[in-house]
């Protein structure tokens, strides 16, 4: 299976939850195989999500303002909400978009030694908590259109709500290619609120994302790992519905 993560703005983070996913590989120069990483559990998968909007939907404020997101980004209730690359149908592409709900208990980490700037770090398992976020998926409409690729990315949150920065530049190429793309809401930011201006999941439409539930983001990097994990090993509902990514 080909997987691509991506967050150029939350690197680390990406990259750890990337090699929980990984096999074992070697470590040092003898070759001798590194101890495997702990794969992520197989989190409950909820969809696909429908619903949403009502009267508290789809505003936020902004500078002592209240902005409409429905005018301003054309955001249509009751679709999934991330800020959007254009207003475009996807379905004119040959491409299908739903959201799922994701849910488990999540497990977050800590260092154990200084985290070095090599990505190279140690490790080990410490609190638990129950999750339920949300991912957003970008799938070819035929199966036969479908690469076997899935690009993963971890929703950016610097600007106080879910954005896909990878997907706004990569977009054209993965219709092109015909790969799937998986937008992970893995940040606390993003569905509790908090940041630069509230832009929450929650603030935007409760009546459809009121049921979401983040412990922190300490438990972003096994979040986002078992959301990937749901993707690329369903035991239950399956996000892609059907299509064979490739091993």
């Not at 002592?64 to 005018?71: K, Q």
């Not at 800020?83 to 154990?112: C, I, K, M, N, Q």
């Not at 990878?166 to 609120?193: K, M, N, P, Y």
């Not at 239950?236 to 519905?241: K, Q, R, S, T």
Request: proline residues 9%; charged residues 20%; aromatic residues 10%.
């Amino acid at each position: 299976m080909k997987w691509v993560t991506i967050d150029r703005a939350c690197v680390p983070s990406a990259l750890l939850a990337a090699l929980l996913l990984l096999p074992s590989c070697g470590d040092g120069p003898s070759g001798t195989p590194a101890s495997a990483p702990r794969q992520p559990a197989n989190p409950l998968v909820e969809g696909p999500v429908t619903g949403g909007g009502g009267p508290d939907c789809c505003k936020i404020l902004f500078g002592g303002a209240e902005i409409d997101v429905t005018t301003v980004i054309a955001y249509e209730p009751g679709t999934p909400f991330y800020p959007p690359t254009l207003t475009f149908d996807e379905a004119e592409v040959g491409y299908r978009e739903t959201e799922f709900f994701v849910s488990g208990t999540a497990t977050a980490y800590r260092a154990t030694s200084e985290l070095g700037q090599d990505g190279r770090w140690s490790v080990e398992p410490a609190d638990t908590a129950p999750f339920k976020t949300r991912i957003v998926v970008m799938r070819p409409e035929n199966p036969d259109d479908f690469s076997g690729t899935v690009v993963v990315e971890w929703f950016n949150v610097s600007g106080g709500t879910d954005a896909a920065p990878d997907f706004i530049q990569l977009h054209t190429e993965i219709f092109r290619r015909g790969h799937a793309w998986v937008g992970v809401s893995a940040q606390s930011i993003g569905i509790e609120g908090g940041g630069t201006f509230e832009g929450s999941l929650k603030t935007i439409d409760r009546q459809r994302y009121g049921s979401l539930r983040h412990p922190g983001d300490s438990f972003s990097y096994d979040i986002f790992s078992q959301a990937a994990q749901a993707v690329r090993r369903p035991t239950g509902l399956a996000p892609l519905d059907g299509l064979e990514v490739r091993s």
